[in-house]
């Protein structure tokens, strides 16, 4: 288990240099901003925390997703902005000659990218056989022709390199398809396995922190463990990952590598929090525990039915969440202190990680506790 880090209460906005922001899904639902958020960004840039964003989003430039976010009320210039297609115009100009033609699935963010870059952006349906290669982005007009170009192209040239490999992305509406979905038909289609650019992959992360002149220390802050606080540690800095957006809480059972913060909203980084240590129970945690067990209503019973394979929240020297999976049983039981929904939340999180590593089918998670029911990630209501 990859542990959070932390167990004690600390203000975010006054430990971190910068704050590396994922656009979609942490600032914006598609073009409306998060609610909350661009309150919370400007008192940020008031503290003096530095500010940087980094988007896998392939469709926008950056001077049209900072005029976007400046109408959503959050004070950004475009060189603070550093994209995906930014990244894949400077791998292709790697990969090819000068002034090349360059077979496009995506919008105006890689044609523009790829144009600064020296490059000559063919939108799908212009293609004519002399392309040195396939950027393929989120495009919303995708179709059956442009597929069959860019199959082609690639088999030809074998330079295919993708902004990202996002499955989806998030919209108002709801989950979309993602630029990850269309880079795969390509991939099945021609045969030839993309170069992806975005995150998980450093770049982006590590060009915003140059941007910003390499502060020390710095928080990514994203909404997906698989790509943004994999892009994060890869470059050295701590992450946090926010439940309201694409992944959510299911993120992290299905995470090799954990955040050290988990935010529910963003505007805990403002204020004092108390982030829970999640972890292995050892036998020192048998006092707190029978605490705990005792004042849900359970019985005390061995000591290794208790800790085997048990986990725990710990917070400012004490325990505040204990769970366990009661093999046999499909049933993950979760024992919080009142108020502590959170750690519940992330014990329970950490449990199905490691049942769904072993194979083992787990259904529900039942908590216990006096006050309200919590539904933990990836289960129904109890």
């Not at 901003?33 to 500010?51: A, D, I, N, Y």
């Not at 994060?232 to 992450?239: K, L, R, T, Y």
């Not at 208790?306 to 993950?332: C, D, F, N, Q, T």
Request: glycine residues 12%; hydrophobic residues 45%.
């Amino acid at each position: 288990m990859a542990p959070l880090k932390t167990g004690q209460a600390r203000v975010l906005a006054g430990v971190y240099a910068a704050f590396l922001v994922d656009v979609d899904g942490v600032v914006l639902r598609g073009e409306e901003p998060v609610s909350g958020v661009p309150e919370v960004l400007r008192e940020l840039k008031k503290r003096g925390v530095r500010l940087g964003f980094v988007t896998n989003n392939s469709t926008r430039t950056p001077e049209a997703l900072a005029a976007l976010l400046r109408r959503a009320g959050v004070d950004v210039t475009a060189d603070s902005i550093v994209t995906s297609a930014q990244a894949a115009a400077s791998r292709v100009k790697e990969l090819v000659p000068e002034g090349s033609r360059v077979l496009v699935v995506g919008g105006e963010g890689i044609r523009a990218a790829l144009a600064a870059a020296g490059l000559y952006p063919v939108p799908g349906t212009e293609a004519r056989g002399d392309e040195a290669g396939v950027v393929v982005g989120l495009d919303t007009a995708f179709t059956y022709d442009t597929l069959a170009a860019a199959q082609r192209v690639a088999m030809q040239t074998g330079v295919l390199v993708a902004t990202n490999a996002d499955a989806t992305f998030p919209a108002s509406e709801g989950l979309l398809p993602g630029a990850g979905s269309l880079v795969a038909a390509v991939e099945v289609a021609s045969g030839v396995r993309a170069e992806v650019v975005g995150k998980p992959r450093p770049d982006l992360v590590l060009e915003a922190l140059r941007r910003l002149g390499n502060p020390v220390p710095a928080l990514m802050v994203g909404d997906r463990c698989d790509t943004d606080v994999v892009a994060a540690h890869s470059s050295g800095v701590d992450a946090a990952l926010v439940t309201y957006g694409a992944g959510g809480w299911r993120s992290l059972v299905a995470a090799e590598d954990w955040p050290e913060y988990v935010l529910d909203d963003l505007e805990e980084v403002l204020r004092p929090v108390e982030f829970p240590l999640i972890r292995p129970a050892t036998a020192r945690d048998l006092t707190g525990l029978a605490e705990m067990v005792h004042g849900a209503g359970g019985k005390v019973g061995r000591a290794s039915r208790w800790l085997a394979g048990a986990v725990v929240a710990e917070a400012s020297g004490r325990l505040v969440a204990y769970g366990r999976v009661i093999e046999g049983e499909g049933l993950v039981e979760v024992v919080r202190r009142e108020g502590e929904e959170k750690a519940a939340r992330l014990v329970a999180a950490a449990l199905l990680r490691e049942a769904e590593k072993q194979g083992a089918k787990v259904g529900r998670v039942e908590p216990k506790e006096l006050g309200e029911v919590f539904t933990a990630p990836g289960a129904s209501p109890p």
